[in-house]
């Protein structure tokens, strides 16, 4: 196995653990992540958002699959179940991970995914109908900034 790909296991291992910790670890000190909802953070933004995500999940279930890497670049498959904490909705979230490598560890993180798909699960009916749309799109991001932000406030 690449020892790239045993970073990206350990990162997921970590994760499933809710070990923000070790997942930071597997991460270069210049790392840059986006997804969807936070889109674009840098360094300090991606430890913050990962230690908030570990802290508050309660019923986080992950599993990850098909890591492929290779000296500079990996994906991974991997599948978050959790229940939505402003609805109470369960939530199953497949996503398709894109890494970059420096310097034996993580420079770049994209997580590709569904957003309409999230917000059906999460927000229901009003997901479904409205899911699509830039204005609910923009509220779910802007929410995730706020609750980042006021995380690292507080920490």
Known sequence: MH???QLVEK??????????????????????????????????????MWEMLCRNETD??????????????????????????KTGRK???VIKAHFKFHENSIIEHMDAF??????????GVQGLLLGWSPV???KIRAMAK???EKFMKAG
Not at 23 to 48: R, T
Not at 62 to 78: H, P, Q
Not at 114 to 123: N, P
């Open 114 to 123: 569904d957003l309409w798909k999230w917000s059906r699960q999460a927000l």
């Open 136 to 138: 609910v799109q923009n």
């Open 11 to 48: 990162f997921y291992t970590c994760f499933g653990r809710r070990d923000w910790q070790g997942m930071i670890a597997c991460y270069h000190p210049s790392v840059f992540f986006y997804d969807p909802v936070f889109e674009n953070l840098e360094a300090p933004e991606v430890k913050a």
């Open 60 to 85: 986080l279930s992950l599993t990850f699959s098909n890591i492929e890497a290779d000296d500079e670049y990996g994906t991974c498959t991997w599948t978050a179940t959790y229940t939505f904490s």
């Open 146 to 148: 706020r609750n980042l």
């Open 3 to 5: 020892p790239h790909q």
């Open 91 to 93: 939530v199953v979230n």
